[in-house]
């Protein structure tokens, strides 16, 4: 399995970036995916999931109403829109696959068994 992101940046306070995450060596269709972050001194922390259909989603609050979690699983891909940045959401970022998450419920680390190398998000104030 190997997922690569990517569309990571500097970008100013209220501004936008999406990110991609690019999948290949794995059946799409049937993995829930993740996105995570990870900034300096802190754990690993839950972004937005999205089932395999697309028919669930979770947010974390501290982003809700903010990013956009989408998939297109004809292009083996996960999105991440992110609008009104903040300082706070500079992070890596890292996608994730987990065959075994449903969807059905608020998830963590532990349910995503693939990971990318992550990208860079680094909001200026």
């Known amino acids: 399995v190997q997922l690569v992101e990517s569309g990571g940046g500097l970008v100013q306070a209220g501004g936008s970036l999406r990110l991609s995450c690019a999948a290949s060596g794995l059946t799409f269709g049937i993995y829930g995916m993740g996105w995570f972050r990870q900034a300096p001194g802190k754990e690993r922390e839950f972004v937005a999931a999205?089932?395999?259909?697309?028919?669930?989603?979770y947010y974390a609050d501290s982003v809700k109403g903010r990013f956009t979690i989408s998939r297109d699983n004809a292009k083996n891909t996960v999105y991440l829109q992110q609008n009104s940045l903040k300082p706070e959401d500079t992070a890596v970022y890292y996608c994730?696959?987990?065959?075994?998450?449903?969807?059905?419920?608020?998830?963590?680390?532990?349910?995503?068994?693939?990971w990318g190398q992550g990208t860079q998000v680094t909001v200026s104030s």
């Open positions: 999205i089932s395999w259909s697309g028919g669930r989603i």
């Open positions: 994730a696959a987990g065959l075994n998450y449903s969807g059905r419920y608020y998830p963590t680390v532990a349910d995503f068994g693939s």
